[in-house]
């Protein structure tokens, strides 16, 4: 049983894929599976998207995000490839990005879908780029917002949600 991760093998034909994938023309621009991206998403530090701010959390984002959502969600769907939740200039993403969705057991609409993404550097070496960026959206309560920290879609996902006493992690007060 998977439980919608990677299998050893399935990450193995992959890669094997991979190698096929990102060769190109001179030039041209690797392309990552999805499903890699997910992955390295997921395995990711979270103090590795927070912006150089030392919060004192020691867990990788697919953990962080399954103690934050809690008992809200009942399923968390991760994807991989063009950012989504884009704007200009620093916000502007890429091609390699992942995506978790959170579908909320009482959602307010059908639209209410609450989302994380990562954004990942280019390529190297056939392998995701290192995560640089974090951005989400919640909806709060003045409508859907896109959110560019980690910390600020904690606050707004709590001032809607019960989340558990661990959910969010900071270091202790001097």
């Avoid at 023309?25 to 150089?52: C, K």
């Avoid at 399923?75 to 969705?101: E, N, P």
């Amino acid at each position: 049983m998977t439980h919608g991760r990677l299998t050893l093998q399935r990450a193995a034909a992959l890669a094997a894929g991979l190698v096929a994938s990102t060769a190109g023309p001179a030039g041209s621009v690797p392309t990552i599976p999805g499903e890699i991206l997910a992955e390295a998403a997921r395995r990711t530090p979270v103090r590795d998207i927070d912006y150089g701010e030392d919060r004192c959390d020691v867990r990788v984002v697919d953990q962080w995000l399954r103690d934050l959502a809690g008992r809200e969600a009942r399923a968390i769907r991760w994807t991989g490839g063009a950012c989504r939740l884009v704007g200009t200039g620093h916000d502007a993403g890429g091609r390699w990005c992942a995506q978790a969705v959170i579908e909320l057991r009482r959602p307010t609409e059908s639209g209410d879908r609450p989302m994380v993404e990562i954004f990942f550097e280019e390529p190297v070496a056939g392998r995701p780029g290192v995560a640089y960026a974090f951005r989400g959206a919640v909806r709060t309560a003045d409508g859907d917002d896109m959110i560019r920290f980690r910390r600020e879609f904690e606050t707004a996902w709590v001032s809607r949600f019960p989340a558990a006493a661990a959910a969010v992690v900071d270091c202790p007060s001097p």
